[in-house]
Nanobody, 122 residues
Framework: VQLQASGGGLVQAGGSLRLSCAASGGTFSDLNMGWFRQAPGKERESVARIKRNGVTSYSDPVKGRFTISRDNAKNTVYLQMDALEPDDTAVYYC?????????????????WGQGTLVTVSS
């Protein structure tokens, strides 16, 4: 499975961005998907997860501001980011997991995209 993330950029605080992650080479509907981010000097952290059955979950810092969704017909997962804050600045990665287990854990994922940079200015 190959993952290609896109949609990052520079935005002012309070603005919005929509990230996309296109998957190829596998059966997308069988995959659990997640978005992670990594800021300079920090560990990679989970942002949002969507299971193969469509159930979503979010980490506390983004709850109420970010929305993860998937379109199985387009083999794509999205991350709508609203009310962005400077602390949201990071490289954002999409990831795919074939198995089960806590999807907020980096080690659960089998495939990773290349990352897309999001910069939020104050």
């Amino acid at each position: 499975v190959q993952l290609q993330a896109s949609g990052g950029g520079l935005v002012q605080a309070g603005g919005s961005l929509r990230l996309s992650c296109a998957a190829s080479g596998g059966t997308f509907s069988d995959l659990n998907m997640g978005w992670f981010r990594q800021a300079p000097g920090k560990e990679r952290e989970s942002v949002a997860r969507i299971k193969r059955n469509g159930v979503t979950s979010y980490s506390d810092p983004v709850k109420g501001r970010f929305t993860i969704s998937r379109d199985n017909a387009k083999n794509t997962v999205y991350l709508q980011m609203d009310a962005l804050e400077p602390d949201d600045t990071a490289v954002y990665y999409c990831a795919a997991a074939r198995g089960y287990g806590p999807l907020f854990q980096v080690l659960r994922y089998d495939y990773w995209g290349q990352g897309t940079l999001v910069t939020v200015s104050s």
